[in-house]
């Protein structure tokens, strides 16, 4: 599977309890098909205590398949598919097909 999605890029939530929200990728799991949004997919863990922290609810994010989210156009500021281009100078860039703008 092509790397379409990269830590830092902004996606909106197509489907799902989260659907039109938007946020940041904290990490991407290309291996699993998988991204990290910040503050979305939120799932509490109740934790045990330990030595280093303290016990109780924590909530964090859970991931979302790559399906699910779309990168948000840099220009138009909605969501858009991914494509690949190579540049004059060689360079292999992703960009929007909405508008045609690089992403990066």
Do not use: C
Not at 20 to 28: E, L, Q, S
Request: net charge positive; proline share 3%; charged share 30%.
């Amino acid at each position: 599977m092509a790397n379409r999605f990269k830590k830092g890029d902004k996606v909106i939530v197509l489907t799902g309890k989260d659907r039109g929200k938007t946020g940041d990728i904290v990490k991407a799991i290309p291996q699993e098909g998988r991204v990290i949004v910040q503050g979305i997919n939120m799932m509490r863990r109740h934790t045990r205590p330990s030595a280093s922290e303290a016990g109780g609810i924590v909530e964090k994010e859970a991931s979302i398949h790559v399906s699910n989210v779309a990168i948000v156009d840099p220009k138009e500021n909605v969501a858009t598919r991914v494509g690949f281009r190579t540049l004059d100078d060689g360079t292999k860039v992703r960009y929007a097909k909405r508008s045609g703008e690089v992403i990066d």
